[in-house]
C-alpha cells in the first residue's frame, strides 16, 4: 500500500466515525386554541414545515433552520420519554392543546395535552417550537405535507 492509500483510508475512518449517528425521525406538531391553529412538521434535518389546513385556510410554507436550533431540537425530541397514555385533558374545551406525532424506525408514538394538562417536558416542547416559529421567516411552497397521522391521532375517537 502506498502512503496516500494509507492517508485516505485513515481519513475516511476519522471521518465515518466522527459522524453523527442521528436515526431518522418525523414529528408532527399541531397547536390549537379558539383563536389559531397550525402544524409544525420537521425531522432531523434543516427544514421545518408551518402548514395551516382548515376550512378557512389552507398553506404550506417552510424554513430554514440554525444548526444550533436543530441541534437543540433533535436532543429534546429525542430524550423524550412519551408516557403509555396519549391522551391528557380537563374539562375545558376551549383552551390550548399540543399534540405530538414522532415518526422513528417504524414507530409511532404520539401525545395530546389539554389545557396545562400532561407531562411537563412536552409543554416545554411546545413553547419551544412556538417560539422557533416566531423567530423564523416562512416562505411558500407549493407541496403538500403528509399530515395523515396526525390528523387521524387528533380527529378521532378522543378516549383511551
Not at 471521518?15 to 399541531?30: A, E, P
Not at 414545515?49 to 382548515?54: E, F, Q, S
Not at 416542547?125 to 416562505?139: M, P, T
Request: charged share 25%; net charge negative; aromatic share 16%.
Amino acid at each position: 500500500m502506498t502512503k496516500s492509500t494509507i492517508i485516505i483510508m485513515f481519513t475516511s475512518i476519522i471521518f465515518y466515525g466522527c459522524n453523527s449517528k442521528s436515526s431518522d425521525f418525523s414529528l408532527t406538531f399541531y397547536r390549537w386554541s379558539i383563536h389559531e391553529d397550525y402544524y409544525l412538521k420537521l425531522n432531523n434535518y434543516d427544514t421545518i414545515l408551518y402548514i395551516i389546513d382548515n376550512p378557512i385556510e389552507k398553506m404550506t410554507r417552510y424554513a430554514l433552520i440554525s444548526e444550533d436550533d436543530r441541534e437543540l431540537l433533535q436532543s429534546k425530541i429525542q430524550d423524550f420519554n412519551f408516557p403509555k397514555t396519549e391522551r391528557f385533558s380537563s374539562q375545558i374545551d376551549d383552551g390550548l392543546s399540543y399534540n405530538f406525532v414522532y415518526e422513528s424506525d417504524k414507530q409511532i408514538k404520539r401525545l395530546s395535552n389539554h389545557v396545562n394538562s400532561g407531562p411537563k417536558e412536552f409543554w416545554e416542547l411546545g413553547k419551544l417550537l412556538e417560539s422557533l416559529k416566531a423567530k423564523y421567516h416562512f416562505q411558500e411552497i407549493k407541496k403538500d405535507a403528509n399530515l395523515k397521522e396526525m390528523n387521524n391521532f387528533i380527529f378521532t375517537n378522543t378516549s383511551d
